[in-house]
């Protein structure tokens, strides 16, 4: 038969065990009802029961906003003299492995959470000294003013590797007594019977990629909580089945993104500049296409320097591969210096949330809230969303504390509902700074493109700082803005020389990515016939090129005429731009085996 | 028979990492970068608890000499099933110049210690691939050896192996208390799960310094110089099998 067995946990209340399900239907869907094919086989002789524990709070996701939510709630629980069992779980192998980010960081919301950061040996080593911001065209370079006020300006700023600031956080918190789990995703949410969120589950491990139970398989972990917080970072999967199953976006502008592709060198000491902070616009990317570039020169004690390339995810024309449009920019006259005579020694991508203010969705429900960016407070013209994600999870914390820990608490729910969190971050800092940008993003999508878009942010922001009384929409969704194929030319990259730019596989293998070869791909298809029938046809398969790792090839079929999708599923860097992307949205990502994926250090 | 089974395991960088040596060519980079338990020693923890699982031996105590990290690869190791756990601390210097001849001397004072039956160890270790720590340990010990063992079975007070070796399966019997290496095949080791691993936090791991076992770590070997493999060099297609010919005749090779 053409049925498939997948491991994929079903999230029908009741359908909990691997389940018999035809290609075609959904894995990890919310379903109200279960359709008659899928049947658990229960006589398999596996052992079904999933053992389960009880925290005060479990917070999913051990990035800053996470972190920041975990250490203060031990602050306060310390200062209270109150117990409080928090536990958090990451997907990662190790705090870190799977932080990505560029990065400039605005301490505020750190020295609000750790005032002696500095005493306690907190990564910020490389003060910014330099700012530079340039237009590019493909040989030269149009520098522009950066004038005090306007988003860019740096002054104040830490250059940091953002892993192992994410690490450090991560050691502060064990101090404090969090418990931290890496290496273990949360792969379910569960719910109680009046449907607020009771916790979430780990996944299953032992499964083949067939689906079926190996020797080794046991089932994944239930980690009960009276309140959930869910900081996976942007486009977080079990976000996207709490949107649906709370409507927590019925009013908010849909979400848009970018991705982020970043590498790590180690250059010629007489290029090195610490402090320096470079960005640009323009070339690669033609006016209509959002992006741009950044490079840092960090101070650590070696000539390093981070950069990398940012690709709004609005882009039309289906041929554009974020990828080689980042290899490119390295060869500018005004990069390409800098590089040579330098070694290459890390890569990484991720998705980052370009929807700032309108994009923001309903924070709170039964049981549970939504931090960090996942639901995304990224301040876009400044690029940063780390001082954001931080302050929301200090702001989760602060309002969860004294509900988890009142004695006699009158709740509907069994899981805490906790809106005085939603309102908290409405008062703050956090709101008042992405409503003054409000505008920004959005103001590209005019006929001048980058340039209408600049002009807008010199008057509207620089003058008025945001005051303006409109607020712009966002088009859509990032998946609906491609153009078919034929209404495109496809782009003539330059083949990689090998020395500044390179290719995708041993770019992938620099990022250490791995996953246990016989599990289930973890990138799964609502149906398998639309990659060929829609993808393939209309829009010539982007996603060979969107992705930057490599998971997506066509190639064609064994026997006989035709082509189909190949999903190198082990590659995945867990960037989740495909979920994003894809043109068909039949692409869903869920979180493979804990401890699998990248393996960045110091990203 | 005590009924102890020691096991070493050894925390080495990841298989799926990208090493990097230092630029100034004393070692690889190991800061920061993603560590995890050698895949043989996972194997032998594996063997080792299937032994206690048939209530063939009664306790395993896993053992790891290095720095304060060795103490999260020996909760895996716990995590995985082992009862106990001990932490031979080795830092800076002195871990750098750890090899094989060293481990084997503690191995062995441990075994000694514990009054151990078996020692089971992964057949090599894939950052340094010595594949000598089993084997001088049975011979400090003058304890007979099975090594490279793809099948196990105790058989009173002696030990029936399957060993792989170049020309296929040899089939030994050994006495214990013995020294066993793991090779591929052996086992699928089990995941260490999140129960697990929380209680595994509540078994303990006693820490001591090699001094305490009476162990001297002077290293015989001196790193000289550790270098990338040569860059490979670019291949050329040829289109017919006397331009091949020719190419090869003046590159000297025929």
Same mark, same amino acid.
């Given at each position: ?17 691997? @389940? ?15 359709p ?6 229960l006589?398999q #002789?596996?052992?079904?029961e999933r053992f ?12 800053p ?13 310390n200062? =209270? ?5 928090? @536990? ?12 990505l ?16 950061w500095?005493?306690? #040996? ?5 003060p ?8 590019l065209?493909e040989?030269?370079r149009i520098?522009v ?6 988003p860019? &300006? ?5 250059i ?7 690490h450090?956080?991560?050691? &502060? ?11 273990y ?7 109680h ?22 020797d080794v ?21 079990l ?9 927590l976006?019925?009013n @908010?502008?849909?979400?848009? +993104?970018?991705? #982020? ?19 640009s ?7 209509? !296409?959002?992006?741009g ?6 101070n ?14 609005? +882009? ?11 290899q ?18 890390a ?25 960090? @960016? ?13 001082? !954001? ?6 702001l ?20 805490? =509902? ?10 703050s ?15 590209? =999508? ?10 807008? !942010? ?56 791995? =996953? ?22 209309? +829009?010539?398969?982007?996603? &060979? ?13 064994e !026997? ?23 043109p ?15 393996? +960045?250090?110091?990203? | ?87 031979v ?23 000694k ?13 894939i ?20 090594t ?26 050994i ?54 493999p ?9 289109e ?15």
């Amino acid at each position: 038969s053409n049925s498939q067995w997948y491991s994929v946990v079903c999230l029908a209340p009741i359908c909990l065990y691997p @389940c018999l399900i035809k290609s075609g239907h959904a894995p990890n869907e919310m379903t109200d009802g279960i359709p008659g094919d899928l049947l658990p086989d229960l006589d398999q #002789g596996v052992e079904m029961e999933r053992f389960a524990d009880e925290a005060d709070v479990v917070i999913v996701g051990g990035g800053p906003a996470g972190l920041a939510a975990a250490i203060r709630l031990k602050q306060l629980a310390n200062k =209270h003299e109150k117990e409080l069992r928090v @536990c958090l779980v990451e997907k990662a192998s190790q705090i870190g492995a799977h932080t990505l980010s560029g990065a400039c960081l605005e301490p505020s919301a750190l020295t609000e959470l750790i005032p002696d950061w500095k005493e306690r #040996g907190a990564p910020l080593n490389t003060p910014v000294t330099e700012d530079v911001f340039s237009i590019l065209t493909e040989k030269h370079r149009i520098p522009v003013p950066i004038l005090p006020g306007l988003p860019m &300006q740096n002054h104040g700023n830490y250059i940091i590797r953002m892993g192992n600031l994410v690490h450090w956080l991560g050691e &502060q918190a064990e101090e404090l007594g969090v418990e931290l789990y890496p290496g273990y995703a949360a792969a379910e949410v569960l719910f109680h019977e009046d449907g607020s969120v009771k916790g979430i589950a780990t996944n299953d491990v032992g499964i083949a990629k067939d689906g079926s139970p190996k020797d080794v398989f046991e089932r994944g972990m239930e980690l009960h909580a009276k309140v959930t917080l869910f900081g996976e970072g942007c486009h977080g999967h079990l976000a996207k089945q709490l949107y649906k199953k709370f409507n927590l976006r019925e009013n @908010c502008e849909p979400q848009t +993104y970018a991705i #982020g592709l970043k590498e790590v060198w180690m250059i010629d000491e007489k290029k090195w500049r610490p402090g320096r902070v470079e960005h640009s616009v323009g070339w690669p990317l033609d006016r209509n !296409t959002y992006g741009g570039s950044f490079l840092y020169h960090l101070n650590e004690g070696e000539p390093l320097v981070a950069l990398g390339f940012v690709v709004g995810l609005d +882009y039309t024309n289906p041929y554009l591969s974020p990828f080689r449009e980042f290899q490119r920019w390295k060869h500018h006259p005004f990069v390409a210096p800098t590089l040579e005579g330098g070694q290459r020694i890390a890569y990484g991508a991720r998705a980052l949330n370009e929807g700032g203010f309108q994009s923001i969705p309903k924070l709170t429900f039964p049981g549970g809230l939504l931090i960090g @960016c996942s639901p995304g407070f990224m301040n876009v013209p400044k690029i940063k969303g780390t001082h !954001t994600a931080m302050k929301s999870g200090m702001l989760a914390a602060e309002a969860i504390f004294p509900k988890v820990t009142a004695e006699n608490l009158d709740s509907e729910t069994a899981g805490l =509902h906790i809106p005085e969190y939603a309102e908290n971050l409405k008062n703050s800092w956090v709101w008042k700074e992405l409503y003054a940008v409000r505008n920004i993003r959005p103001s590209f =999508h005019n006929y001048f493109g980058l340039y209408g878009g600049m002009i807008y !942010t010199g008057i509207f922001y620089w003058i008025l700082r945001g005051k303006e009384p409109w607020t712009f929409k966002h088009c859509g969704t990032d998946a609906s803005q491609l153009k078919p194929a034929k209404e495109c030319t496809p782009i003539e990259y330059p083949k990689p020389d090998g020395k500044i730019s390179f290719d995708l596989l041993s770019s992938v293998a620099l990022s250490g990515t791995n =996953h246990e070869g016989d599990q289930p791909p973890h990138l799964t298809l609502k149906d398998d016939s639309i990659p060929v029938a829609k993808n393939l046809a209309i +829009y010539d398969g982007p996603e &060979q090129r969107f992705c930057p790792a490599g998971v997506y090839e066509y190639v064609p079929v064994e !026997t006989g005429d035709g082509m189909r999708l190949q999903i190198n599923a082990q590659n995945c860097v867990h960037c989740k731009t495909c979920d994003i992307k894809d043109p068909s949205q039949n692409i869903n990502w869920v979180v493979p085996e804990g401890g699998g994926g990248p393996a +960045y250090n110091g990203l | 028979m005590s009924g102890r089974v020691l096991v070493g395991v050894k925390r080495v960088i990841d298989y799926a990492v990208k090493i990097r040596v230092k630029p100034d060519n004393t070692g690889v980079v190991t800061d920061g970068v993603k560590h995890s338990m050698n895949p043989f020693c996972e194997i032998a923890v594996e063997e080792a608890v299937k032994l206690k699982e048939k209530k063939l031996i009664k306790e395993v105590v896993a053992v790891s000499c290095g720095p304060q990290q060795s103490q999260e690869t020996i909760r895996t190791a716990l995590a995985m099933g082992a009862d106990r756990g001990i932490h031979v601390e080795v830092s800076g210097k002195d871990y750098e110049n750890l090899g094989p001849l060293q481990v084997s001397k503690i191995l062995a004072a441990l075994a000694k210690k514990e009054d151990a039956q078996l020692i089971l160890l992964g057949k090599q270790a894939i950052d340094d691939d010595c594949n000598q720590t089993g084997q001088m340990t049975a011979a400090l010990l003058d304890w007979p050896q099975g090594t490279f063992a793809s099948e196990v079975s105790l058989e009173g007070d002696k030990i029936n192996l399957v060993r792989e070796i170049d020309g296929g399966l040899e089939h030994i019997k050994i006495n214990t208390p013995a020294v066993v290496t793991a090779d591929l095949r052996l086992n699928t080791p089990r995941y260490a799960t999140l129960p697990n691993i929380m209680k595994a936090k509540k078994k303990k791991i006693a820490t001591m310094k090699p001094a305490d076992l009476g162990v001297d770590l002077t290293s015989r070997l001196e790193v000289l110089k550790v270098e990338e493999p040569p860059q490979r060099q670019a291949g050329m297609k040829v289109e017919t099998v006397e331009d091949l010919v020719g190419k090869l005749k003046e590159a000297g090779r025929i």
